[in-house]
């Protein structure tokens, strides 16, 4: 079966599992969502080519991984749920008897490799960004170069998006397959792409903070009993809360991965689904996000290697005798999700806390699902519209106003440049050298 005619199905499936249900799980499952579900449920054709009177000049992309395999914690802890059911496979009711005999499905050599609808995720957007941008198939390795990071997963999602655009564009073999370079720096010295594993000030202020988890641990301590004995009162055994975040661990896994939502994610109803994801996005929010300055001003560095690229192609101020005209990068959620919140996108207006009304969460913009699944993109594409420098925003291949500049736009929609550099001029002063000294 053709890879087109797999992508139809797969959507049509999603389309239709949606449809059938007011509940579904996906809508719930954090950054472990998969990508094509988010463009299934939100209706959107192949990307539009912006309006007419702008031609595109610079092409700046970054984003996730595709849909991955679970990684070796996440793979652990699936085991430990296997010998807590196991262990306990007598007191469970007999609809829940298969919890018992369940052996883990994912083999620790794979752990956090691409899978195959991470794969296609990244070919089939590939695909739809070349019809957006058709001059990204006369490539140049030094004119569109192409960055993943040190992880595996970066470098296979970069080139299935790299196979997905260039397919048919030269003459290696019988599908005209163009070879296309990708480039990484190793982990420790990658601060645009790695900034959060590079920052001394991030990992003893955030990460190594116990306070930077409160607001998730106290809204977890209050609300994932009442999914503990709504379990128990399905499956005849009380899991302590530890199983329980494995068992929606195994339900991100069964869905994204397998297609699967009849098993782990069946145990899980609306509200047990609402409760957790919030959890997440508690944790996200105050270790990735709004909550603390630091959080996303570390990606800095990201942000003025984009306003570079568009400055030097304005100014012609280059060192050689050609400059970038598109530079797509592929890393990870902890890139995404503070890289956004520098350029202003999803911020509430007050912060998420384990307290606030059920009002505000339900509608809360800080939605990992929404705004970190698998593959999730962001590009910052400079225009000349009729002879004014402008800057379109692309999230998830929508476009998007960028916050702060909405007064400035132009009847097509996109933020004067001069504009968009006064926007972030006090940010681009920031430094990580400075940011990151303890």
């Not at 059911?85 to 018992?100: D, F, I, K, P, Q």
């Not at 409760?275 to 105050?286: A, F, H, K, P, Q």
């Amino acid at each position: 079966m053709g890879s087109g005619r797999c992508a139809a199905l797969l959507l049509a499936a999603l389309v239709a599992a949606a449809a059938s249900s007011s509940f579904d799980v996906v809508q719930h499952l954090g950054t472990k969502t998969p990508y094509d579900y988010l463009v299934a449920a939100s209706g959107r054709e192949s990307g539009s080519g912006g309006d007419a009177a702008c031609a595109p000049i610079v092409v700046n992309h970054v984003g996730r991984h595709g849909t991955r395999f679970p990684t070796s914690g996440t793979i652990e802890a699936l085991y430990e749920l296997q010998d807590y059911m196991t262990a306990h496979r007598s007191e469970l009711v007999s609809e829940y008897a298969w919890m018992g005999e369940w052996e883990v499905p994912f083999d620790m050599s794979y752990e956090g490799g691409l899978c195959l609808r991470g794969q296609e995720e990244l070919y089939q957007m590939g695909q739809r960004f070349v019809s957006q941008f058709p001059a990204m198939t006369s490539y140049n390795p030094n004119m569109n170069p192409i960055q993943c990071t040190c992880k595996p997963r970066t470098s296979q999602s970069g080139n299935a998006f790299g196979f997905g655009m260039l397919q048919n564009t030269a003459h290696v073999s019988k599908c005209q397959y163009y070879p296309f370079a990708i480039t990484s720096e190793s982990c420790d010295q990658d601060t645009t792409l790695r900034f959060f594993s590079n920052c001394p000030a991030y990992q003893t202020q955030v990460l190594d903070n116990a306070t930077t988890l409160e607001e998730s641990q106290l809204y977890a301590a209050k609300y994932v009993p009442q999914i503990q004995q709504r379990i128990a009162d399905k499956i005849g055994l009380y899991p302590p809360a530890e199983q329980v975040s494995q068992m929606w661990e195994a339900c991100q896994c069964d869905v994204s991965v397998l297609f699967e939502k009849g098993q782990w994610c069946s145990i899980f109803e609306e509200d047990d689904a609402d409760i957790l994801e919030y959890v997440e996005d508690l944790r996200s929010y105050w270790q990735r996000g709004y909550g603390i300055p630091l959080n996303y001003q570390i990606g800095i560095e990201l942000l003025r290697e984009m306003v570079n690229i568009m400055d030097a192609v304005l100014t012609d101020d280059v060192d050689s005798d050609f400059y970038l005209t598109s530079k797509l990068r592929f890393a990870h959620a902890e890139t995404m999700l503070p890289f956004n919140a520098l350029l202003g996108l999803n911020e509430d207006s007050e912060p998420l806390l384990a307290s606030s009304p059920p009002d505000v969460i339900a509608n809360r913009k800080w939605r990992d699902s929404a705004i970190a699944p698998f593959a999730t993109n962001t590009a910052l594409l400079l225009y000349n519209c009729t002879g004014t420098a402008s800057v379109r925003l692309l999230v998830n291949e929508k476009d998007v106003k960028l916050p702060g500049c909405e007064a400035f736009y132009t009847a097509q929609d996109y933020c004067p440049y001069d504009n968009f550099k006064a926007l972030f001029a006090g940010k681009l002063r920031l430094t990580l050298a400075q940011l990151c000294q303890e």
